[in-house]
């Protein structure tokens, strides 16, 4: 590695992680004083840092042939707050039985947080494939995730298999230029936008990159259902608006529900 990129890491990493850091532990001892900032630094820190590595283990015990029900459990499970997923069950479970089909080569996903999407989607992905995870630290919607966690997403790749993590704004130039980059002129088989939530953001998000997404391949949007008139969240505004030009399917649990559901695009 140069030694403008290790600068370049050192100096994300304390203004990302340091300064959200003191500005929790402010919080925290400001609310729950000096035994509550001790009791949630060990917890938070020690715990994490202990765990880590028990996960990664976890997770290489589940492989490409393992069953989707096995690679969603994991997925969507807690696994003490490092690992998990705000998708529907049956909702991600038919989903990836859907992309597994494509034999994928090249997955893009714009919105990682806490990875649990990450994780299921590099077990459906083939065994030299690449996988691109774009993500903006304490953007809306989820809020990304810290630094220290990069070691753990990148412990999903199997066999020969690439993972590379953009912690960026998936609106900016420069986020695009990186992924085309890392590319090398080849396509995307699965685009999954689950990122910016608002109308506009996910709007950006499809026009900036369904161009890269090859013909026959798939394009998917996380959160189709209504999530009612106060929520930021209006990608079901967008889907409605556009779902009719193209082939598609739609992934939702149950009608009732107020959240959620996957709209797919054939490309
Ligand atoms: C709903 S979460 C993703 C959840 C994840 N796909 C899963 O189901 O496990 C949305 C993520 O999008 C990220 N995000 C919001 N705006 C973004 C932007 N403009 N560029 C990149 N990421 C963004 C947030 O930081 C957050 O981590």
Known sequence: MKYKTIKTEVTFFLKDHVKHAFSTAADVLRQEGVIGLIRKFFRYYLFSLILMPWLILEAKKITRNSSLKTIVHFGLADNFGLLHSGQIKSEIHTLLSIVKTLSPKVIVEIGTAAGGTLFMLSRVLEPKGILISIDLPYGKFGGGYHVWKIPLYKSFATEKQKIYLLRADSHKLMTFNKLKQL?????????????????????????????????????????IVSCGKSSDCKVDVFWNKIKRTYQHQEIIHDESQEWGGIGILKW
């Open 183 to 223: 590319l090398d002129k080849q396509l995307v088989d699965f685009l999954f936008i689950d990122g910016d939530h608002s109308a506009k953001g996910v709007m950006k998000d499809f026009k900036m990159y369904s161009g890269l997404v090859k013909k026959g391949g798939l394009i998917a949007f996380h959160d």
